[in-house]
C-alpha cells in the first residue's frame, strides 16, 4: 500500500510518536518530515498521555515505545488511544543487546500487536516508515472493528468498555 493512499484512507491527519530515546525521535522526525500529515511528538508516555488529553482534535494514529519510564508504560498510552478510538500501534526495539551483523536476530523493531519484525533499529529514519507500512497494515485488519466503535459512540455518545477491553488483549503480553 502506498503511504499517501493509506494515509488517506484511512483518514490519518495527525500523527503522534512517541519514544523515550532522543536519536529515535529525531530519526522519526526526520522521516516524517516528507510525510503531508501533521505530526507531534513526545519522549515519554506521561508526555504522550497529556497531548492526548489535551488535543482538541484527537491523534489518528498513535506510535508509541513500550519500555520508557517503566517496562511497560506504552500500554498506558495505548489504553488512552483507545478511548479516544485513534489507531494505535506499539514500535519497541527486540533484540538491540544483539550485534548488527547477527543474520538471524537483531537488532529488530517489532510492531505490537500486528506482530511483525523489521530488521533495523529505530534510530534511522527508514525504520520509521518502515514501522508506517505495517501500522497501516494493521489499521487495514481491524478496519471493522473501529467502524463499530465509531457508530457505538455516534449513537451512544462515549466510548464502550467492550471496545477497549477487547483491543488491549491485542496489545498485552
Given at each position: 500500500m502506498e503511504?499517501?493512499?493509506?494515509l488517506?484512507k484511512y483518514?490519518?491527519k495527525?500523527?503522534?510518536i512517541?519514544?523515550d530515546t532522543t536519536?529515535?525521535?529525531d530519526?522519526a522526525?526526520k522521516?516524517?518530515?516528507n510525510?503531508?500529515v501533521?505530526m507531534?511528538?513526545a519522549s515519554s508516555?506521561q508526555?504522550?498521555?497529556k497531548?492526548?488529553?489535551?488535543s482538541e482534535?484527537g491523534y489518528?494514529?498513535?506510535?508509541t ?9 506504552g500500554l498506558?498510552v ?13 514500535v519497541?526495539?527486540?533484540?538491540y543487546?544483539?550485534p548488527?551483523t547477527d543474520p538471524?536476530?537483531?537488532p529488530?523493531?517489532?510492531?505490537i500487536?500486528i ?11 527508514e ?9 497501516l ?5 481491524v478496519?471493522g472493528i ?7 459512540i455516534k449513537?451512544?455518545g ?6 477497549k477491553s477487547?483491543m488491549?488483549?491485542n496489545?498485552?503480553?
Amino acid at each position: 500500500m502506498e503511504l499517501e493512499k493509506g494515509l488517506k484512507k484511512y483518514e490519518i491527519k495527525e500523527i503522534l510518536i512517541v519514544d523515550d530515546t532522543t536519536q529515535n525521535l529525531d530519526a522519526a522526525k526526520k522521516y516524517f518530515s516528507n510525510i503531508k500529515v501533521e505530526m507531534d511528538y513526545a519522549s515519554s508516555a506521561q508526555e504522550a498521555i497529556k497531548k492526548i488529553k489535551n488535543s482538541e482534535k484527537g491523534y489518528n494514529l498513535i506510535m508509541t515505545d513500550l519500555e520508557m519510564e517503566t517496562p511497560k508504560a506504552g500500554l498506558e498510552v495505548v489504553k488512552l488511544a483507545l478511548e479516544k478510538s485513534g489507531y494505535v500501534t506499539i514500535v519497541t526495539g527486540k533484540n538491540y543487546d544483539k550485534p548488527e551483523t547477527d543474520p538471524h536476530h537483531g537488532p529488530n523493531t517489532n510492531i505490537i500487536p500486528i506482530g511483525s519484525s523489521i530488521k533495523g533499529k529505530k534510530e534511522l529514519p527508514e525504520i520509521w516508515g518502515n514501522c508506517l507500512e505495517e501500522s497501516l497494515r494493521y489499521i487495514e485488519s481491524v478496519q471493522g472493528i473501529y467502524d463499530a466503535e465509531k457508530r457505538h459512540i455516534k449513537y451512544v455518545g462515549k466510548p464502550s468498555e467492550q471496545f477497549k477491553s477487547f483491543m488491549m488483549q491485542n496489545y498485552e503480553f
